[in-house]
């Protein structure tokens, strides 16, 4: 059994690589995204959206899980991941990076969290008929608007832009504070993803468990 897994990041990437799985990075590329899903989904088991996430509903935090999808993958996955909360999981093609921005979400679909993958990795896995679930750790609260330097951190193919990120910081230095809390929260996410997966096993709790 073979997991197909849709994330965003490099990074989240070398994390989830393993026995059972084949990992899609986005990049925040949605169109590409969706084309490499739809090439590689012969033979899968089943879709899985998973890394870091932001925040839609107050309370959460950086660490926590939320845990969308077909019911008794879901199920399965919020059994093993520690503290997970099950509830919508929202997609979008752009990063949501202001907190007002987060609350009229929040407000307008009830959904926890919000990635850039999770719509596109569903609608795949709907297309084909497969399995869908999302699996997403929180790297930014609710009340969190990431600073400038943030949102231009990632390159297409799902690495960091660090010449944009210096360019920014150098355009803008009074954000360097905000800069190393969100690196520092982001951190505390990717620690739990590391530790997710390592809980959930070669199978990631698969379709068939």
């Keep these: 059994m073979t997991i197909l897994i849709a994330t965003g990041l490099m990074r989240e990437a070398r994390i989830l690589a393993g026995s059972g799985t084949r990992v899609v990075v986005g990049g925040g590329a949605s169109g590409r ?9 012969p033979g899968m088991a089943g879709i899985l959206s998973i890394g870091i996430a932001g925040a839609l509903e107050p309370g959460l935090r950086p660490g926590d899980w939320v845990v969308d999808g077909e019911a008794a993958w879901s199920a399965r996955l919020a059994a093993t991941l ?19 921005d987060k609350a009229a979400l929040h407000r307008e679909t009830g959904a926890l969290a919000v990635d850039m993958e999770s719509h596109i990795a569903a ?31 990632m390159r297409p193919d799902g690495g960091m832009n660090l010449p944009a990120v210096l360019l920014s910081l150098a355009r803008n230095p009074l954000q360097l504070p905000a800069l190393i809390r969100t690196g520092w929260e982001a951190e505390r996410a990717f620690r739990a993803l590391l530790r997710g997966h390592d809980a959930l096993g070669p199978g990631l709790a698969g379709p068939t468990g």
């Design 82 to 100: 520690p503290g997970a909360r099950r509830g919508g999981v929202l997609g979008q093609d752009h990063m949501v990076a202001e907190a007002a």
């Design 33 to 41: 995204l969706e084309a490499d899903l739809d090439r590689l989904v």
């Design 123 to 153: 609608r795949v896995a709907y297309r084909h008929g497969l399995p869908f679930a999302a699996a997403r750790v929180i790297s930014d609260g609710a009340d969190r608007s990431l600073p400038p330097a943030a949102r231009v951190g």
